[in-house]
């Protein structure tokens, strides 16, 4: 028998107070690697929202309001961007492709994006991935809808099905367009990012559910841009101004440019532009603000996280200490068979290893439980994607300071235990 | 063989008069020895000392023609491993391990004893059977929860964890104190037994002098240490 398998049944002895503490650990340290896992991939959920996009521009504001409310659907821009300053600033020296973004109207709760179809060819989330159609094509028509993936699986849309889109934010609107239904034309395969839940439509469209009648925008519309014909060329100039039409204002605009040299340049010219007070932000920098800020929410959840697992081997180091009085007997019957003082010591240390051991083991599998349970919730919820894969070599290295740390709790008992073994000698005390 | 001689030992330097100060004893290899004297005056104390867990102040303990107090804290452990088996006055074992395994525990710490056990055995366990068996543990007990014994099967497994792989000597410290008359004697008779067949000495302490006359030879602690005895 070795003194592994004497810690194991002596452990069993003391199921009650074992179990507890084991449960302690595990649920600290299911907590900790919970709470990593989701911050990792929030960090790179959030860094992947948006790139390849150089500048976002939008009215005067702060940068990060306008980040939020432009590319993650989150507050509300109070002023727009007029369209005489889109139509101007597109038409800069270096703008390789504009996609003017229209926010604020919903559709059951999910955000409704009026834009062109430059969106669905220049606009890049991750690591300059395009969006995908996983079935149909773009709009190409006024009253057509591309959905973001989840918008089509949480509503169970097909293609073909009619959508009918209110004015206004949330669930419930004032006006309901029952006359003017979208036909669903494409929808985009999974991102990750708040596009899945968004429905996309053309900007023209936008003025139209706001009541004003889409046949007179549009003969308006032709009119106007013929007088910007010959200033910048369109590719498929009839479908294009009829999807676009000659909005009052947008929410903001996403640029790119020939090279990212004109970036800056362009930049300073926005912000200085006279006519109208707007705001241009370069995504990457203004992601890293945003994440900076929050990093500190983040700091201090890991630092609960880690006090609680501190707090659980803290318990761990009161049972092992509280029993031990009762064990001295048990610790001079082992002497007196000729244990030495060593084998006393490792055995309380096999215990403190074995308790923190299961401990993170069992930690394991509640947090794959919870990750299993919560992936779909924050996927709809917060739009963190969590990444249901093995434990990274971060985590390992977590759960072996956990352990290691464990261990070095049990030294305290087991110095403890080495010393009344040595003082007891055959005389049991109790 | 045991053999002391000019032994001095105080638990506390500042100590007026020492807890045992043992001018000569002897004990012949195989001899069973009535160790006796009233509370407090030193029997513990001297077990300690003869299973190797303290060291005198002064003289020199000899065991086996070893003199042990010359040991490293080590090799003492590692005698007592070998050579003593050791019975307590109660509560001798293990709550979570089984008779059998609490037998086994004896040669656990001694690779000479589980050599010395697999002499008379096929296996550890067949031995630790069959000791269990010759001082009256049934089968069936041999594989209950310990605590569902009586203190008389509980020192019966206690034995026969001392005896296991047959150490040259058997230390029993008041072990019958929590039987009742007709169970003590009854035990100290299964103790010699057992020691007769593998020739193990034995030294017996009690402070119950009914037992004396079982015993060839008896040995008075007081008396032993000049009859000046103070409690320590």
Redesign the interface.
Same mark, same amino acid.
């Given at each position: 028998m070795s003194l592994l398998k004497l810690a194991i049944k002596s452990l069993l002895n003391r199921k009650a107070s074992a179990l507890l503490t084991l449960f302690t650990i595990a649920i600290s340290v299911m907590l900790l690697m919970s709470i990593e896992r989701v911050r990792v991939d929030a960090k790179s959920s959030f860094s992947n929202t948006i790139s390849g996009t150089d500048l976002i521009v939008g009215a005067r504001t702060g940068d990060i309001q306008l980040l939020l409310s432009s590319v993650f659907r989150i507050g509300h821009a109070n002023n727009g961007v007029s369209w005489h300053s889109y139509q101007y600033i597109t038409q800069q020296r270096g703008v390789k492709w504009a996609i003017p973004l229209s926010l604020g109207d919903s559709h059951k709760g999910l955000a409704v994006l009026g834009t062109n179809k430059d969106y669905f060819n220049h606009y890049r989330f991750g690591k300059k991935q395009p969006l995908r159609f996983a079935s149909g094509q773009q709009f190409n028509h006024l009253f057509e809808v591309v959905l973001g993936s989840e918008v089509a699986s949480s509503l169970n849309y097909k293609l073909g099905d009619k959508v009918v889109i209110a004015h206004g934010m949330g669930n419930t609107s004032f006006h309901n367009h029952d006359d003017n239904p979208f036909t669903v034309v494409g929808i985009l395969e999974p991102t990750g990012t708040p596009v899945d839940k968004t429905l996309h439509i053309p900007l023209a469209a936008i003025d139209t559910i706001h009541g004003k009648s889409h046949t007179h925008e549009a003969d308006h519309v032709e009119d106007e841009s013929h007088e910007h014909e010959h200033e910048h060329e369109h590719e498929h100039e009839h479908d294009e101004i009829n999807l676009v039409g000659n909005p009052k204002q947008i929410t903001a605009f996403l640029l790119g440019f020939d090279s990212p040299l004109y970036t800056l340049q362009v930049r300073r010219n926005i912000n200085q532009y006279k006519p109208e007070a707007l705001l241009a932000i370069m995504p990457g920098v203004t992601l890293r603000e945003l994440w900076e800020m929050l990093s500190i929410v983040e700091k201090i959840l890991l630092l609960f996280s880690i006090v609680v697992v501190l707090i659980s081997l803290l318990g761990m180091l009161t049972s092992l200490l509280s029993s031990l009085n009762q064990r001295r007997r048990e610790l001079a019957i082992l002497r007196s068979v000729g244990a030495r003082p060593w084998h006393i010591f490792t055995l309380i240390s096999v215990e403190s290893i074995l308790i923190t051991g299961l401990g993170c083991l069992l930690g394991i599998v509640l947090f794959y439980g919870l990750m299993l349970l919560s992936a779909d919730y924050l996927q709809s919820h917060a739009g963190i994607s969590l990444n249901i894969a093995l434990l990274s070599s971060y985590e390992l290295m977590l759960l072996a300071a956990i352990i290691a740390a464990g261990f070095i709790v049990g030294l305290i008992p087991a110095t403890r235990a080495y010393f009344y073994s040595l003082a007891d000698g055959m005389s049991i005390k109790i | 063989m045991i053999t002391l001689s000019n032994v001095l030992f105080k638990w506390h330097a500042q100590q007026a008069s020492p807890t045992i100060n043992i001018a000569s004893l002897h004990i012949e290899q195989g001899e069973h020895v009535f160790l006796h004297g009233p509370s407090g005056c030193g029997k513990?104390t001297l077990?300690?000392l003869l299973?190797g867990?303290?060291t005198p102040n002064q003289g020199t303990i000899t065991l086996l023609d070893k003199a042990v107090n010359q040991l490293s804290?080590?090799k003492r452990?590692?005698f007592?491993?070998?050579h003593?088996g050791?019975i +307590?006055?109660n +509560?001798?074992?293990?709550?979570?391990?089984s008779p059998i395994?609490n037998v086994?525990?004896?040669c656990? +710490?001694?690779k000479l004893r589980q050599k010395q056990a697999l002499n008379n055995s096929p296996s550890i366990n067949l031995e630790a059977s069959r000791l269990l068996t010759a001082l009256g543990l049934t089968d069936a007990l041999q594989h209950q929860a310990v605590s569902k014994l009586s203190i008389g099967q509980q020192q019966r497994v206690a034995a026969a964890?001392a005896f296991i792989g047959s150490p040259e000597i058997i230390i029993a410290?008041e072990p019958t104190s929590a039987l009742d008359t007709q169970n003590r004697q009854a035990f100290v008779k299964l103790l010699f037994e057992q020691a007769k067949a593998t020739h193990s000495t034995l030294v017996f302490v009690s402070h119950d002098e009914t037992l004396q006359g079982l015993f060839k030879r008896s040995v008075n602690l007081v008396e032993l240490q000049g009859g000046t005895h103070v409690a320590a």
């Open positions: - | 513990s077990l300690s299973a867990v303290t804290n080590s452990d590692r007592r491993a070998d003593i050791y +307590f006055q +509560f001798n074992l293990l709550p979570y391990l395994e086994i525990l004896g656990q +710490f001694s964890r410290d």
